[in-house]
């Protein structure tokens, strides 16, 4: 309980969305590599984890999200809120961006490369993608927390 | 005055009256003013620049 009293609402629901998508990714991505299989991807397995994460998240949401707002008093967001949002929102935006610049070019330079890297199709692009949004995902959340604690 | 209550009374939340008094946030003009208003005096009474 002490936890609770030293976080905000905000600050306890952006930890929550943080563990969320750390949760969601350490049950999906070591499942989802196995599964690319000469290139292919084994869609009917996919199909089945893509199911479990999605109920895993609609679980974890309704009971930790819910136990949030029932032990904490919700508050309605303000301007330093949205200010702190819209920093996290453009770091999150930058990871994307040099993520994905970084991945075209991977692509590009690969075939030319000495160093010759696994190859990149689609299968395996498919799962990097996601890699990239919950690294831009994660990113949000931390900018946002170290905001909030910076001002402690 | 709590924070609690200044902060209602500002449209903010409590956090946002923490920061401010320990001189980590920056108001915008509009709440700057709306803070001044709750205690009835001028801006400069309550915020000045260092």
């Known amino acids: 309980m002490q936890f609770l009293n030293n976080y905000s609402n905000r600050e306890l629901n952006i930890w929550a969305e943080l563990i969320l998508s750390l949760l969601v990714s350490f049950y999906f991505f070591p499942k989802i590599f196995p599964l690319i299989i000469n290139d292919q991807l084994y869609s009917e397995a996919l199909v089945d984890i893509v199911i479990t994460s999605i109920i895993i998240a609609i679980i974890y949401s309704i009971f930790v999200f819910g136990a949030i707002n029932t032990l904490t008093k919700r508050e309605e967001k303000d301007e330093r809120d949205y200010i702190y949002e819209l920093k996290s929102y453009r770091i999150s935006n930058i990871i994307f961006h040099v993520s994905i610049y970084l991945l075209i070019s991977l692509i590009v330079f690969n075939p030319i490369n000495q160093v010759r890297l696994n190859e990149f199709t689609a299968p395996m692009i498919a799962m990097i993608l996601p890699i990239i949004t919950l690294l831009s995902s994660i990113g949000k959340c931390l900018t946002q927390l170290f905001n909030y604690r910076k001002n402690i | ?50």
């Open chain 2, 1 to 50: 005055m709590t924070q609690a209550e200044l902060a209602e009374k500002a449209s903010v939340t409590r956090q946002t009256i923490i920061a401010l008094e320990a001189q980590k946030y920056s108001p915008s003009l509009e709440l700057a003013f709306r803070i001044a208003k709750v205690f009835d005096v001028p801006l400069e009474d309550i915020f000045q620049y260092n």
